[in-house]
Nanobody, 128 residues
Framework: QLQLVESGGGLVQPGGSLRLSCVAS????????IGWFRQAPGRAREGVSS????????YYADSVKGRFTVSRDNANNTAYLQMNDLKPEDTAVYFC?????????????????????WGQGTQVTVSS
């Protein structure tokens, strides 16, 4: 029932910024924990950030703390990932995901198997 549509990826120089958007349809976004994941070629998919459905608590991978910020606007059924001070190692396909548990996932929000719905992915390339 829930569908996720991502946008905002692209090519940026090291030190640059991008904001990824994830727009949900089919069900109110406030019922879902939202997670952001990324996958580089030849590497496993990793959790980047998540935001709870109930208390808006946020969680980040150590590699992006201080540079990335996750947020949500339930009234517009949209979640965001603000990416600052981008590095070449941030290059990956980024995915938005949603979990419909009654309560927010909390620290489990960075674990891929927890999520029920996924966006199509958007490419982020950080290069000179």
């Amino acid at each position: 029932q829930l569908q996720l549509v991502e946008s905002g990826g692209g090519l940026v120089q090291p030190g640059g910024s991008l904001r990824l958007s994830c727009v949900a349809s089919g069900f109110p976004l406030d019922y879902y924990t939202i997670g952001w994941f990324r996958q580089a070629p030849g590497r496993a998919r990793e959790g980047v950030s998540s935001i709870n459905s109930d208390d808006y608590a946020t969680y980040y991978a150590d590699s992006v703390k201080g540079r990335f910020t996750v947020s949500r606007d339930n009234a517009n059924n949209t979640a965001y990932l603000q990416m600052n001070d981008l590095k070449p190692e941030d290059t990956a396909v980024y995915f938005c995901a949603a979990d419909d548990s009654v309560y927010g996932l909390g620290p489990r929000g960075l674990n891929e198997p927890e999520y029920d719905y996924w966006g199509q992915g958007t490419q982020v390339t950080v290069s000179s």
